[in-house]
């Protein structure tokens, strides 16, 4: 039996997601045709290195590490707070509660960043297919829209949209690595396979953009409560869209490479970023270009959808737990938590609706949103992500030797630490390259991202410490009693 499974009028909707569902989830999150387009010449733009094949595939090894000892503790723990529950778990309450605050954080930063780059692009898009000009945020607004109605459904509508866009998504992305490969303008090279376009200055910049494809593969745990069969779906589903990821994305990012030419990839990626695949497609067929222009868009759309399902469900369980007001616990009739999605939808519209009202008149132009929204906020919630990862990493391995001394060595002390001090390096790496990823040298700018993260995870330890100290709220929803030693989690 799972460690914890809360039933009633705050649950989440029971048995609905099976693997494949789940995978189609935590994958929508880093939507493939976003990462081609957006991700990976943006990463070749600003870290100036032709190794971002080899970051997916360092960064998926070390999650699969940390996979290892998270997929038994998923099995056993099912609650939809995932890293915050099993930090509390290995850690203490008190610091589960400043985890909590911060992936909430960073989930909403994450969220709300995309706005940016989805009014961006879909206004593009349109201006180009139809010559009808339209301000981002005015297209940001439908998105916004089309999310928030999704986000009040039960997850079984959302995760049947998301199968259908990341399908396609898929498709497309294979389409064009095909196509790359085969028009090489250089011919087929190991260029972006050297370790020395890695392990040189710029790798935290690389790391960081990286890291940001793998954000949402905490997703599995998150819903759990909602899978069928959770216990062996959950580890599963996350062992696969890993692994997906991380060889995936090398190989589509190594193919734009070589449909580039290594010679040119960081150039053109700095001076065509997301339209770099559509200009490349629009020499072979305008239409091939406009259509996958369109699935760009709906890309965007599936990692809100995503990203917005995973901040909604931190909202309930806080609201559950009573670390936030209980309004934010409740759960509709149809299983959706629509306190918590209301709760994201109302601050996506505060902060883009701020954002709409900066970029007026601004000199960054149409690229403001890209520029400010998109950059500030996404970099930050890769930050902390990774920060989140590594302390998770730790809980994961205290919590397995002290409850199941049963595992293999491996999986409750190697597989944790590796994967924990890995990405502690990973979190440094960012945080000494954060200036290149704004590209400002103003240190406001460079430091108060970063400290707006850490900055969640202290007021969540002193938060935390009051709710502990006041005795109230269903705090157990965190750390209650468990089989394993029948004893409250350790504050």
């Known amino acids: 039996m799972p460690e914890n499974h809360i039933d009633g009028q705050d649950s989440l909707q029971r048995a609905k997601l099976s693997t494949t569902a789940l995978v189609f989830m935590i994958i929508a999150a880093s939507a493939p045709l976003t990462v081609l387009a957006g991700g990976a010449p943006t990463n070749y733009a600003v870290a100036g290195l032709q190794g971002v094949p080899l970051g997916y595939l360092a960064l998926g ?21 995932a890293f915050y529950v099993y930090i509390a778990r290995g850690l203490g309450l008190r610091q589960g509660i400043a985890g909590a605050i911060l992936a ?57 949209v998301l199968g259908i866009i990341v399908g396609f998504e898929f498709l497309v992305v294979i389409v064009f690595s095909g196509m790359a490969l085969l028009n090489a303008p250089e011919g087929i090279s190991t260029d972006g396979w050297q370790p020395d376009q890695f392990f040189t ?3 935290g910049v690389l790391l960081a953009f990286t890291m940001a494809a793998f954000m949402g593969f905490e997703s599995g745990a998150i819903y759990s409560e909602e899978a069928k069969d959770p216990e062996r779906t959950v580890p599963r589903a996350t062992y696969i869209a890993i692994s997906v990821i ?20 960081i150039e053109e990626s700095q001076a065509l970023g997301p339209d770099l695949i559509f200009a490349w497609l629009g020499e072979f067929s ?16 599936a ?11 931190y909202f309930f369980s806080l609201g559950r737990s009573g670390v936030l007001p ?5 759960a509709g009739k149809n299983g959706a938590p629509v306190g918590g999605s209301l709760a994201q939808s109302a601050v996506a519209a505060a902060v883009v609706g ?7 008149g601004s000199e960054l132009g149409e690229l403001f949103p890209v520029m400010t929204l998109f950059t500030w906020f996404t970099n930050a919630a890769a930050f902390g992500l990774t920060f989140l990862v590594a302390v998770t990493s730790f809980a994961v391995m205290v919590w397995a030797n002290r409850h199941h001394p049963e595992y293999h060595v491996f999986v409750r002390t190697i597989a944790p630490l590796v994967a924990g001090i890995g990405m502690v390096v990973v979190t440094v790496l960012i945080l000494m390259n954060f200036d290149l990823m704004v590209d400002s040298e103003d240190p406001f700018m460079v430091w108060i991202m970063p400290a707006i993260i850490l900055g969640s995870g202290l007021i969540g330890l002193i938060w935390g410490t009051i709710l502990i100290r006041r005795g109230t709220g269903n705090l157990d929803a965190i750390a209650g009693t468990t089989p394993d030693n029948n004893q409250t989690t350790s504050a």
Request: hydrophobic share 60%.
């Open 354 to 360: 701020i954002f709409a009202l900066a970029g007026l």
């Open 61 to 81: 090894l070390i999650l699969v590490l940390f996979a290892v000892g998270y997929g038994r503790m998923a099995s056993k723990v099912q609650n939809a707070g």
């Open 104 to 160: 909430l954080v960073s989930y909403n930063l994450m969220q709300i960043g995309l706005y940016g780059l989805f009014g961006f692009s879909a206004a593009n898009a349109l201006a180009s297919l139809t010559g009808i000009v339209v301000p981002w945020w005015l297209m940001g607004a439908l998105g916004w829209l089309l999310v928030a109605i999704l986000g009040v459904n039960n997850i079984d509508l959302s995760s049947k």
């Open 286 to 301: 305008p239409v091939v270009a406009n259509a996958a222009n369109l699935l760009f868009v709906t890309s965007l759309i």
């Open 201 to 203: 200055p710029g790798i």
């Open 246 to 265: 991380a060889v995936f994305y090398a190989f589509s990012a190594w193919a734009l490479q070589m449909g580039v030419g290594p010679s040119g990839i």
């Open 303 to 313: 990692a809100l959808i995503a990203f917005h399902n995973a901040a909604a469900r």
């Open 326 to 330: 209980a309004v934010f616990g409740r």
